[in-house]
């Protein structure tokens, strides 16, 4: 007689990275990652890669209180695209050997070029690398993949698409109907330039 025993394969440890769903060319947002499914690992350090496409760059990373609180620094290198979050000790390169807590330890500023096509965009995560307070590698898989919806200057309403609502928004603000929506503000140029890209030209602003 067989008799079948029963196992539970337990889920990997994830960073997931996440920010706001859109954003327009030329502007900055930022971008925070997570850890999740870390308890009980004692996940002390942390490695991955942050490729961005071309039009898109990072800088001036962070990490968050509660990883600054056990003794934690994040380190990144631009052109690769590769950032790793440890524990400096007094200015000795020693690594902290305090473990991590699930939630968000590390926020970079996303920086999108003028000019960049609108459109979704996808900023996968890979090579992840962990290790735990023992020295042993965890091993450790990317969450959700975040995307991007890039929106043209002008698109004032945000929508994803540039059609006379847009210049109405525009037109309204310039009289003094409402709030201006363009970050460079509602003149007589910025109009024609919506309106410009409604007829299907590029946008100008």
Known sequence: ??????????????????????????????????????????????EWTFATPANFSYASPAVSAATSGVGK??????????????????????????ALADGVFATLQLTIAPGTTPGAVSLPLST???TNTSGVDVIISPGATYTVTVLSKCD?????????SDVQL??????GRGSCPLAGGCTL????AVLRAALGQSCSL
């Open 1 to 46: 007689m067989l008799c079948w025993i029963p196992f539970v394969l337990s889920a990997q440890p994830t960073i997931t990275a996440s920010g706001a769903a859109t954003a327009t060319a030329g502007s900055s947002l930022p971008i925070n990652f997570a850890l999740a499914g870390s308890t009980g690992l004692n996940i002390t350090a942390l």
């Open 73 to 98: 620094g994040v380190y990144c290198n631009a052109s690769n695209a590769t950032c790793v979050v440890l524990g400096v000790a007094n200015g000795t390169n020693l690594i902290t050997n305090t």
């Open 128 to 130: 992840l690398l962990s």
């Open 156 to 164: 004032a309403n945000g929508d994803g698409k540039i059609d006379g």
């Open 170 to 175: 525009v037109l309204n603000a310039a009289l």
């Open 189 to 192: 140029n910025s109009i024609v």
